[in-house]
Every structure is written in structure tokens, then in C-alpha cells.
């Protein structure tokens, strides 16, 4: 709490505070009144909407089934197969793989 003193205008630390019944022991002495407290404000009730009239839900015609086409399956074309396999010829006696 401070004290205000009227000859300087400044705020001052309250170092003696009379009582708020008795007079001040000096001119220039005021007890600062206590702080004002607002009272809480209460907010109001929230409004409540009516509840809307249930409607009924439009009826919407389903779209008409339209059947797929029916799934051909790829020709099948015959591989031949040959007569022959193919096969390397026999190694020549003498002969070294060059590595």
C-alpha cells in the first residue's frame, strides 16, 4: 500500500497508516481506500434454439442398373514348338577355352 503526499504528487511507500476512524496524525497523510471489486458478471443462460420440424427425406429414385459387358477372353494363338533343340557341339580333343 502508498500514501500520497499532496506537496510532491508521488506515490510513497506507506510506511504508518492510522486507522480509517481516526483523523491523520499529519495533513499530508491519506489512507488509500481499499481497491473497488467489481462484482462477477454472470454470463446469461444460452439460448436454446427450438428443435426444426423433422421433414421427410426427399425419395430419390435409384439410377437403373446397367449390366457389364460380358468379358471376352484374349484369343489364344499357339506358340509352336520347335522339333529341334539346339545344342553346342561337342568340344574338339586339343582344343583349350581361351580365359
Same mark, same amino acid.
Given at each position: 500500500?502508498? =500514501?500520497?503526499?499532496? $506537496?510532491?504528487?508521488?506515490?510513497?511507500?506507506?510506511?504508518?497508516?492510522?486507522?480509517?476512524? $481516526?483523523? /491523520?496524525?499529519?495533513?499530508?497523510?491519506i %489512507? *488509500?481506500?481499499?481497491?473497488?471489486?467489481?462484482?462477477?458478471? *454472470?454470463?446469461?443462460?444460452?439460448?436454446? +434454439?427450438?428443435?426444426?420440424?423433422?421433414? +421427410? @427425406?426427399?425419395?430419390?429414385?435409384? +439410377?437403373? =442398373?446397367? &449390366? @457389364? &459387358?460380358? !468379358?471376352?477372353?484374349?484369343?489364344? *494363338?499357339?506358340v %509352336?514348338?520347335?522339333?529341334?533343340?539346339?545344342?553346342? &557341339? /561337342?568340344? !574338339?580333343?586339343?582344343?583349350?577355352?581361351?580365359?
Amino acid at each position: 500500500s502508498y =500514501i500520497y503526499l499532496k $506537496s510532491f504528487k508521488f506515490w510513497f511507500p506507506l510506511l504508518y497508516c492510522p486507522p480509517s476512524t $481516526s483523523e /491523520p496524525p499529519y495533513p499530508w497523510c491519506i %489512507p *488509500i481506500p481499499p481497491p473497488i471489486i467489481p462484482p462477477p458478471i *454472470i454470463p446469461p443462460p444460452p439460448i436454446i +434454439p427450438a428443435p426444426a420440424p423433422i421433414m +421427410p @427425406a426427399p425419395i430419390i429414385p435409384a +439410377p437403373p =442398373i446397367i &449390366p @457389364a &459387358p460380358p !468379358i471376352i477372353p484374349p484369343p489364344i *494363338i499357339p506358340v %509352336p514348338t520347335p522339333m529341334f533343340v539346339w545344342r553346342p &557341339p /561337342p568340344p !574338339i580333343p586339343g582344343n583349350k577355352l581361351l580365359v
